[in-house]
Structures are given as C-alpha cells and as structure tokens.
C-alpha cells in the first residue's frame, strides 16, 4: 500500500468518526433543550447534564475536524536511505515481531489495516514519537512497554 492511501484511509476513518461525533452532539444538544427536560425542581438536572455531554461531544467533533484537515494538508513523501524519522514518516520496528507506525500530526492511537498489516498512528509528543523522532533506519531502541523492558531496531523508515 502507497503511504497516500494510507493516508487516504486515516481520513476516511476519522472523517467516519466525525460524523459520528457530530450526530451525537447534534442530538444530545436537541435532548438538552428540549421542554421535556426543563427543570421541575432546583434539584433537577437532567437539562443541564445534556448541555454539558453536548458540549463535550462538540469538542470532540472539533477535535476530529482538525485532525481532518491536518492530514489532508500532510504532504506525502518518501524518506530518504539514513533520513531522520519526522512527520509523516511510515516506520517499521523489529522486536518481538514487526511493528509499524505512521507519525501523524493528530489522532494517535488510530489503526489502520494496510496490506494486511496493522498500522498505528502515533504523534512526535506521544512517548513512543520522542523515541522514534530524529532516529534512523538500522537504529536499535530501548522500549518499555507495560513495564516490561525491550529492545527494537528500526528496520525501515518510507
């Protein structure tokens, strides 16, 4: 898989979950103003519950929005035989197994399926980006995943 339908694939998931996110906040806006939730009492809430989940889910379909525009903007390149790792590098670790990352400005933790391969994005603040950014291909890494100490060299970088 090219790196641009990788990328082409974190959009189309992110902009599933926009949309997601925007009907949600959508509907619980129309349940928190509609008359049925209006306060009967000081100590009814229910109205103001609403307002503040709608509130919550807006940002969070903000939130989504600018990751989509982040990566739409993210030019597409290859890097180069000894180029550092920086944004919108494709990595591959060996470990255990092999591992592979896309550094992305936005929307770490997202999986992607790509050529059958999972496919995660991470960003340069996220812990596992600090380590990876400014390394190179045939560097070796000390990773501690769930306290559990390992070591992985970078086997690719595209």
Aim: aromatic share 6%; proline share 4%.
């Amino acid at each position: 898989m090219t790196k641009s339908a990788l990328i082409a694939r974190v959009i189309a998931r992110l902009t599933a979950d926009l949309e997601q996110l925007t009907a949600a906040a959508l509907a619980t806006h129309a349940e928190a103003t509609d008359e049925e939730n209006k306060a009967e009492d000081k100590y009814d809430t229910r109205g103001l519950e609403a307002s503040y989940l709608a509130h919550g889910q807006s940002k969070a379909a903000e939130e989504a929005a600018q990751a989509v525009a982040q990566f739409e903007s993210l030019p597409v390149r290859d890097f180069a035989p000894g180029e550092p790792i920086s944004l919108g590098a494709l990595v591959t670790l060996e470990g255990a197994g092999l591992s592979h990352y896309f550094i992305g400005p936005r929307a770490g933790g997202t999986e992607i399926q790509a050529d059958g391969q999972e496919v995660m994005v991470i960003t340069p603040q996220s812990p596992l980006g600090r380590q990876l950014v400014g390394r190179k291909q045939g560097d070796t890494l000390s990773l501690d995943f769930g306290g559990k100490r390992s070591d992985y060299r970078v086997i690719a970088v595209s």
